[in-house]
């Protein structure tokens, strides 16, 4: 399987990327997913109103479209986050927009949210046979702006709520014109007034997640999250990649557009989760960036994150990460 995982890793990105989970699938529908990689112990643990298996999820992304819930459920994950998805399908940036940097155990990926639209995942959701936690991270299409971009995440939303177990609202990818905008005062009080709206409407009673940027300010943060405890959100997830290449040993990849995971975001991203939490203590904070190893998992959980999330780590290390953190 080592060698398999190797051999992978000499395609480019995205084709790696189908390979990769195309395999699991089919090892999933053969029913040999264990013999590979065995399931971990369950650490069973109740949070947000959810059970869950145990604190380790998938990050958004990686599924975009919901087309692997179930292989990647097999894997032991507590939690497996779909999306980013968007109202309509699109097609993302134009390629090369993921470079992986295997050496510094990092990915400066620029995808711009490419998916194939809220419909199909929640096709996707409907079938699914993984009876874990499964939550559903919505977006705004590319072309969308001012209310008609808050539209399109109340669109995804009314049309998701019923078949997933929560919902994180993105306004921290990079690759999306103006998204991160809505950091901003005016703009994060409307989204969330409108998204509360929605949320009454059909007395959604889910935990619901806002998803943010590791690079906003002190004052920006602060703004944040007195908006999200003033809201009914039920805390946030910290956090998507950073526009900030500092980090980055490799000066070739410094210039790149796009966002930054893995190792150079783990210190910057737990920072976010100790600022979080001295700003507000009693939030709740799912933990993400650069996880790669078990002490990192634990770094997460000792910062206040109560539950972690990984992508990258997953990419480089493969699924015996899944093990691998929870031993
Ligand atoms: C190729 C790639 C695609 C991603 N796509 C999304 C996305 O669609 N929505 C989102 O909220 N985060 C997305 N992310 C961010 C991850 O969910 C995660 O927040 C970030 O990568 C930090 O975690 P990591 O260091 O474990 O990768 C993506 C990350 C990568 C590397």
């Given at each position: 399987m080592n060698i398999l995982l190797k051999l992978i890793k000499v395609f480019p990105p995205e084709l790696s990327h189908t390979i990769a989970l195309n395999s699991l699938k089919i090892l999933y529908f053969l029913n040999l997913i264990h013999l590979f990689f065995p399931k971990p112990k369950t650490q069973k643990v109740s949070l947000f109103g959810m059970d869950l298996a145990n604190k380790l999820g998938i990050a958004a992304g990686l599924d975009k479209n919901g087309d692997f819930i179930d292989p990647l459920g097999a894997l032991g994950f507590g939690f497996i986050e779909v999306g980013t998805i968007t109202p309509l399908a699109q097609k993302g940036n134009?390629?090369?927009r993921i470079f992986r940097i295997f050496n510094e155990n990092a990915i400066i990926n620029?995808?711009?949210?490419?998916?194939?639209g809220v419909d199909h995942l929640v096709q996707k959701l409907k079938k699914r046979k993984f009876s874990g936690v499964v939550g559903v991270n919505i977006g705004a299409n590319k072309e969308s702006t001012g209310q008609d971009r808050i539209n399109d995440y109340l669109s995804c939303f009314r049309k998701v709520h019923e078949f997933c177990d929560y919902i994180t609202v993105n306004i921290?990818?990079?690759?999306?014109?103006?998204?991160?905008?809505?950091?901003?005062s005016d703009n994060l009080i409307d989204l969330l007034n409108a998204i509360e709206g929605e949320i009454k409407k059909v007395n959604f009673v889910k935990p619901i997640f806002l998803k943010i940027s590791p690079d906003e300010s002190r004052e920006s943060l602060e703004f944040i999250i007195q908006a999200v405890d003033e809201s009914g959100f039920s805390g946030l997830i910290a956090t998507n990649t950073t526009?900030?290449?500092?980090?980055?040993?490799?000066?070739?990849?410094?210039?790149?557009t796009g966002g930054l995971s893995g190792k150079p975001l783990m210190n910057k991203a737990t920072k976010t989760i100790i600022d979080i939490k001295n700003i507000s203590p009693n939030i709740g904070v799912i933990g993400v960036g650069g996880v790669m190893s078990r002490e990192d998992f634990h770094e997460k959980l000792n910062s206040g994150a109560c539950l972690v999330q990984i992508y990258t780590g997953f990419i480089i290390h493969g699924p015996k990460i899944v093990n691998e953190l929870l031993k």
């Open positions: 134009p390629k090369p620029r995808l711009g949210f490419n998916n194939k921290s990818s990079p690759n999306t014109p103006n998204l991160r905008d809505l950091h901003q526009i900030n290449k500092d980090n980055l040993q490799n000066s070739n990849y410094k210039e790149l």
